[in-house]
């Protein structure tokens, strides 16, 4: 249909990767802020508590906020962070997979509340100080408050974000107050620690803290455990598998295939700062652009023969985003990946799904809610 597509609203659907990536990295196209919600005629619908929550956290803000905000977090995961983080990813492979091995002992067992779940919470929330008690808690309201990043979210999946969004404010605001009480030498003191030489208003600074800390905990949980499952998915095919423990070496190149192949996220929007013409189609201002990052990585100009699932490819992909919101996780999330299929490849030479996965009904954020496995 084109690389710039009409949507059924004031918007507009992207789906070369070429258009994508211009789109993600250029100057003229902005996060979908708060003013930009405030000038719409339909304003109300933004209204939510859930929807304005969200408006308010660093993939929402522009410069200089946005600028302001990023550089307080620095790098998060440069290659010394990720060195450091390493062992203690690799025990909590190691602890989880011998729960799948107990599992798998007596038939099939559901990778993703075994793994692919626990996986990511486990690091995130050694990493922020968060105790290992209050995952399930964390979780729970993870996946409820995400409905409010949907494209078109019902009023009662709206109703189930607000609440989430109450408990995550009422959480972070309380693991923040916690360590501003008990420092420590850990990344969200240092935080603490950059926003008071920032802000000399307290109460703001605490505010900025919570969100920081907050999205990027929510930003890295439902993520990762959809790349984990879909590798999980993906790799297990049997004459995928023997050829990866045959060739270890390109572990890598596999978790690349499967983010290109299926990004955890498909849909980004941003917002026209002025009218343009994008790919031949004139953009007026303050339309929405909704980067499809699926069609961008199966754009068979950048992707020969897209469909096809091929280790080798030495393809690209956009589904960590681009520009200066590009995903701050990404090292983080790959080292999980790669840790994780590493082991399962060592540990089980004969493991396959049995059961597929089952995609929860969204359009924004692929969440896969179960996968049967056996050896
Ligand atoms: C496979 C896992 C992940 C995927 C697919 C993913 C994808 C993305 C995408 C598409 C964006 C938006 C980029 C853009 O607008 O151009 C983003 C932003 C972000 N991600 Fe990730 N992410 C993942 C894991 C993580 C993890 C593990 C963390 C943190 C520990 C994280 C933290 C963030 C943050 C803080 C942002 C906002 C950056 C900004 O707006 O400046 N993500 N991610």
């Given at each position: 249909?084109?690389?710039?597509?009409?949507?059924?609203?004031?918007?507009?659907?992207?789906?070369?990767?070429?258009?994508?990536?211009?789109?993600?990295?250029?100057?003229?196209?902005?996060?979908?802020?708060?003013?930009?919600?405030?000038?719409?005629?339909?304003?109300?619908?933004?209204?939510?508590?859930?929807?304005?929550?969200?408006?308010?956290?660093?993939?929402?803000?522009?410069?200089?906020?946005?600028?302001?905000?990023?550089?307080?977090?620095?790098?998060?995961?440069?290659r010394?962070?990720?060195?450091?983080?390493?062992?203690?990813?690799?025990?909590?492979?190691?602890?989880?997979?011998?729960?799948?091995?107990?599992?798998?002992?007596?038939?099939?067992?559901?990778?993703?509340?075994?793994?692919?779940?626990?996986?990511?919470?486990?690091?995130?929330?050694?990493?922020?100080?968060?105790?290992?008690?209050?995952?399930?808690?964390?979780?729970?309201?993870?996946?409820?408050?995400?409905?409010?990043?949907?494209?078109?979210p019902?009023?009662?999946?709206?109703?189930?974000?607000?609440?989430?969004?109450?408990?995550?404010r009422?959480?972070?605001?309380?693991?923040?107050?916690?360590?501003?009480?008990?420092?420590?030498?850990?990344?969200?003191?240092?935080?603490?620690?950059?926003?008071?030489?920032?802000?000399?208003?307290?109460?703001?600074?605490?505010?900025?803290?919570?969100?920081?800390?907050?999205?990027?905990?929510?930003?890295?949980?439902?993520?990762?455990?959809?790349?984990?499952?879909?590798?999980?998915?993906?790799?297990?095919?049997?004459?995928?598998?023997?050829?990866?423990?045959?060739?270890p070496?390109?572990?890598?190149a596999?978790?690349?295939?499967?983010?290109?192949?299926?990004?955890p996220?498909?849909?980004?929007?941003?917002?026209?700062?002025?009218?343009?013409?994008?790919?031949?189609?004139?953009?007026?201002?303050?339309?929405?652009?909704?980067?499809?990052?699926?069609?961008?990585?199966?754009?068979?100009?950048?992707?020969a023969?897209?469909?096809?699932?091929?280790?080798?490819?030495?393809?690209?992909?956009?589904?960590?985003?681009?520009?200066?919101?590009?995903?701050?996780?990404?090292?983080?999330?790959?080292?999980?990946?790669?840790t994780?299929?590493?082991?399962?490849?060592?540990?089980?030479?004969?493991?396959?799904?049995?059961?597929?996965?089952?995609?929860?009904?969204?359009?924004?954020?692929?969440?896969?809610?179960?996968?049967?496995?056996?050896?």
């Amino acid at each position: 249909m084109g690389d710039v597509v009409r949507a059924p609203w004031n918007g507009y659907f992207v789906t070369g990767f070429d258009t994508c990536s211009q789109v993600l990295r250029g100057r003229n196209w902005l996060a979908p802020d708060l003013a930009w919600q405030e000038r719409q005629d339909d304003s109300k619908q933004w209204d939510a508590i859930a929807t304005r929550e969200m408006t308010t956290t660093l993939a929402r803000l522009n410069a200089p906020e946005h600028t302001c905000q990023r550089r307080s977090l620095g790098n998060l995961f440069d290659r010394s962070t990720i060195e450091r983080l390493a062992p203690g990813v690799e025990r909590d492979t190691d602890r989880l997979l011998d729960e799948l091995a107990e599992k798998l002992r007596w038939g099939e067992a559901d990778f993703v509340s075994t793994v692919s779940e626990q996986l990511p919470v486990s690091t995130v929330g050694s990493w922020l100080g968060i105790p290992p008690e209050d995952y399930p808690h964390i979780l729970e309201i993870t996946h409820n408050q995400v409905f409010a990043q949907e494209l078109l979210p019902t009023k009662s999946q709206l109703a189930v974000s607000a609440e989430a969004t109450l408990a995550l404010r009422a959480y972070f605001t309380e693991l923040v107050a916690r360590r501003r009480a008990e420092p420590r030498h850990d990344v969200l003191t240092g935080w603490i620690h950059t926003w008071d030489a920032m802000e000399p208003d307290r109460e703001k600074a605490d505010e900025i803290l919570y969100r920081l800390t907050m999205f990027v905990t929510i930003a890295s949980l439902e993520t990762t455990a959809t790349l984990l499952t879909s590798m999980a998915h993906l790799l297990t095919e049997p004459t995928r598998w023997a050829w990866l423990r045959q060739y270890p070496e390109h572990i890598d190149a596999a978790v690349d295939e499967v983010l290109r192949y299926d990004p955890p996220i498909h849909i980004n929007t941003r917002i026209a700062a002025e009218d343009t013409v994008l790919a031949g189609v004139p953009i007026k201002k303050d339309s929405m652009i909704h980067v499809l990052y699926g069609a961008a990585n199966h754009d068979p100009r950048r992707n020969a023969d897209p469909g096809g699932f091929d280790i080798l490819r030495g393809g690209s992909h956009l589904t960590f985003g681009g520009g200066v919101h590009y995903c701050l996780g990404a090292a983080l999330a790959k080292l999980e990946a790669r840790t994780l299929l590493a082991r399962m490849l060592d540990r089980f030479p004969t493991l396959r799904t049995v059961t597929p996965p089952q995609y929860a009904p969204r359009m924004v954020f692929r969440r896969i809610t179960s996968l049967g496995v056996a050896l």
